[in-house]
Structure formats: C-alpha cells, structure tokens
C-alpha cells in the first residue's frame, strides 16, 4: 500500500505561483511514475504532467513552459511548480502512483482568480 499526501493548493491570482508537494509512504518510492493530475468541477480528470522513475518528464500541452514536476526520492516527495496560472488552472489536482498498482491522494484546491 502507498498513502499519498498533497499540500499547497490554495487561491492565487492570475499570474501567479503556487508549489504543490506530495508525500508518498513507503520504502519503493524510487520505483513509481508519479504524476499529477486534475479535476475541474464537471470534467474528466486529466493528466498535468508525469515523471518516472528514471526522471524522464511529460506535460499536457496546456502546462508546458508553465508547470515543472520534479521528484526527490530521499524525501519520498514528488513536487508540481506552476507559475503564471490561469483562470482554466483552476482544479483540484491529485498526486498518483504507478507501478504494478496504481494509488491516488485526497486532492488539493487550486483556484487562480482573474
């Protein structure tokens, strides 16, 4: 079993930064494709961005140049960066975990004001 945790969603103006962690339990971090994902209110939820375990990076279109997923294994923490938000940023976004099972965490709100 994986627990998985977010922090630091939160309101930000248009423009603005926020840095979204994730805390993962377990000794086989290292192994996992985290990602990030989000959910707006009557929406599929999509992919943000991905990382696996040999540190290789994917984006959505709509992030790239904007969003930077990173991960520190020591930490067990995989981390998102967004800076200049949208308006069409805001969601709640999930941290997930892929390997041969796949977990999800609570998901944390980010709404970006206009």
């Known amino acids: 079993q994986v627990q998985l945790v977010e922090s630091g969603g939160g309101l930000v103006q248009l423009g603005g930064s926020l840095k979204l962690s994730c805390a993962a339990s377990?000794?086989?971090?290292?192994?996992?494709?985290m990602g990030w994902y989000r959910q707006a209110p009557g929406e599929q939820r999509d992919v943000v961005a991905r990382?696996?375990?040999?540190?290789?990076?994917h984006y959505a279109e709509s992030v790239k140049g904007r969003f930077t997923i990173s991960r520190d294994n020591a930490k067990n923490t995989v981390y998102l960066q967004m800076n200049s938000l949208k308006p069409e940023d805001t969601a709640v976004y999930y941290c997930?975990?892929?390997?041969?099972?796949?977990?999800w965490g609570q998901g944390t709100q980010v709404t970006v004001s206009s």
């Open positions: 377990g000794s086989i971090f290292g192994r996992y494709t």
């Open positions: 997930n975990a892929a390997w041969i099972n796949t977990y």
């Open positions: 990382i696996t375990a040999t540190g290789s990076t």
